[in-house]
């Protein structure tokens, strides 16, 4: 399946109902998207080079999933082979005093990578319009004007956070970041599978938190906020992309597919050598060879 197959429309038309869970469009055989993520791997750790080198360019990269569908261990299967100083991933847990005493944007703001930079969001600013939105009374914690007035938060608010997001995107966009966005699509069915596996294998049980089993009285709810999420917020300068989470080996495959597409999109090539610099590089060599 190509990179398209898995981008959600940007006509604000498209729906999550649209999207399976399970890709079967990728080899069923382990061994198979095994290879595909290896080869991928190496590509993008040597994209990453070029990337540095032509220093014209940052990467954003963005993850939001429920719990237990993988953005920990895609994130770090993925990114693995590439190299530390031009990779950086934030983890966005809870906002700190500090964080609410700012917009909701600031830190996330901070975190943004540089020029030559892949910088990747392990959840984001999208909280704000998921948990806050099925979670609405954490909304009084930012101290937000008429926040206690009644029928507050009403579609309108909700609609103008999807407009700000956009913007800051487009002036992301517009100074050569390129805004990459994954949503890892898990059942339901899965998801009680993946936390069972927390509770029952003894390596895993640091990852449990019973907080993750009672979210799920809330799946529905957290479907209906991905949903227009997505249908407000994919854009033609920074789209979202839908990969079937239920099967870990073909979903970091198809981000590792996606994004080795998308950097290759940009042409990047190491700079030239300038004249100056080809008579540095003669000069050092002469004074090399004759130590």
């Known amino acids: 399946m190509t990179a398209s197959s898995y981008l959600f429309p940007t006509n604000g038309n498209g729906r999550l109902n649209d999207f399976q869970t399970i890709d079967t469009s990728v080899d069923p055989i382990p061994e198979s998207a095994k290879a595909l993520l290896k080869m991928n791997r190496k590509k993008l750790a040597e994209l990453q080079r070029v990337l540095a080198a032509h220093d014209r360019h ?32 934030a983890a966005f847990k809870a906002p700190s005093k500090e964080e609410l005493d700012h917009n909701y944007l600031w830190r996330g703001g901070k ?24 979670h609405p009374e954490f909304l009084a914690t930012q101290k937000l004007v008429n926040s206690e007035r009644s029928g507050f938060p009403d579609a309108s608010f909700w609609q103008q956070r999807f407009e700000q997001i956009n913007r800051f995107e487009n002036f992301l966009a517009q100074n050569q970041t390129i805004i ?17 596996a927390r509770i029952n294998e003894p390596d895993k049980n640091w990852k449990f938190s019973l907080k993750d089993v009672h979210e799920r009285s809330h799946w529905e709810a957290y479907m ?61 060599k002469r004074l090399l060879e004759i130590e």
């Open 58 to 89: 940052a990467i954003l990269v963005i993850f939001q999933a429920l719990d237990a569908a993988g953005k920990d261990g895609t994130i770090r299967r993925v990114f693995s082979g590439v190299n530390p100083a031009g990779c950086r991933a």
């Open 111 to 134: 975190a943004l990578p540089g020029k030559g930079m892949i910088g990747i969001f392990n959840r984001s600013y999208y909280e704000e319009v998921l948990v806050v939105r099925v």
């Open 180 to 196: 990459i966005k994954f949503y890892l699509h898990v059942s339901k069915s899965e998801q009680k599978e993946r936390l069972l």
């Open 224 to 284: 209906a906020a991905y949903d227009e999420m997505l249908q407000k917020t994919s854009t033609p300068w920074a789209p979202w992309y839908v990969i079937p989470a239920d099967d870990k080996r073909r979903m970091r495959a198809a981000v590792a597919d996606i994004m080795v597409s998308r950097l290759d999109s940009l042409n990047l090539a190491y700079p030239e050598v300038s004249g100056e610099l080809a008579k540095e590089l003669t000069e050092g």
